[in-house]
């Protein structure tokens, strides 16, 4: 992304898993929580693992997240939780791992392997052969999962005038297996998942457009920090309401982007409903840290 230049005068980045695919649940509960279950030694409370690792992925305010912050959060409220302390399962506190996050920007497993053998830490080394699993399990899962309805009408139209990227969390090599698959990759200029850094960096291109001519359309409130961060306007794709919210981009989100008459009371409108949507905290008791 160092060397993108503007092709047109609109800019759009568009999320992937859950935002043009509806591919977060078979990804989450049929390959990254088993294999959560199973590298992580957590079968004796995999009720309640399971639990975790939904709502931190899926029905929380940090569905959407990379996959290692993801990890060591649904170990937190895991570990924090009274049935699972009353079963005398312990629970890991990978601590290389939160480590590593606050040090590595691009949070993919090319970088963790490197550290994994720089450092020999057994956190990291875990945790890379869970990440592995994961993505072998959705390679072998993960299929014919079309676009919402709307997506492709969607793409056509802001790519008359914008420059699309994906922005995505997923690593690469499945965007890239997902977006040609269904044939909608070439509507956009570049596919940027995990390798290419946080979705944060990748939007930092918008600096090269005009005011409120840069758009993010995301379906998780990281979506729309990343969006803030780079003075980017904002579209969700409200969770559970996916396909109301592609036809409502379709018929009036778009125009208005255009138009500019996106920012302002519209752009707030969106924002505060879209922020009903996702709870910070689990609906079952938690202990204190």
């Known amino acids: 992304m160092k060397d993108f230049t503007p092709k047109h005068e609109f800019l759009v980045g568009i999320d992937s898993d859950g935002c043009v695919f509806d591919t977060m649940e078979v990804k989450h509960k049929e390959c990254f929580i ?73 949070l993919g497993n090319p970088a963790l392997e490197k550290a994994a053998e720089a450092t020999g830490d057994p956190d990291l080394t875990k945790a890379l052969e869970w990440s592995r699993a994961v993505n072998e399990a959705i390679a072998d899962m993960v299929r014919g999962v079309p676009p919402f309805p709307n997506v492709k009408k969607c793409l056509e139209r802001l790519g008359e005038r ?30 940027c998942g995990q390798e290419s850094g946080t979705k944060k960096e990748t939007l930092v291109v918008a600096g090269q457009y005009e005011p409120n001519k840069a758009l993010m359309i995301g379906d998780a409130p990281g979506d729309h920090k990343a969006a803030v961060a780079n003075n980017c306007l904002f579209f969700p794709i409200n969770p559970g309401q996916e396909e109301a919210s592609w ?25 505060d409903e879209f922020n009903e949507f996702l709870p910070a905290t689990p609906p079952w008791q938690v202990d204190a840290k």
């Open 162 to 191: 914008s420059d699309m990227l994906v922005v995505s969390a997923t690593p690469n090599a499945a965007l890239e297996a997902e977006w040609q698959e269904h044939g909608v990759a070439d509507y956009v200029r570049e596919i």
């Open 247 to 271: 036809k409502r981009l379709l018929d009036e989100g778009i125009d208005r982007f255009f138009a500019g008459t996106f920012a302002g009371d519209y752009q707030q409108q969106l924002v």
């Open 34 to 106: 088993p294999a959560f279950i199973n590298f992580y030694d957590l079968q004796g409370v995999s009720k309640y693992a399971r639990e975790a690792a939904e709502f931190v992925n899926l029905y929380s305010k940090s569905r959407g997240v990379n996959r290692f912050p993801a990890l060591v959060e649904q170990l937190d409220w895991l570990r924090r939780r009274p049935e699972v302390k009353a079963r005398g399962v312990k629970v890991p506190s990978p601590s290389g791992v939160t480590n590593w996050i606050e040090q590595e920007t691009k």
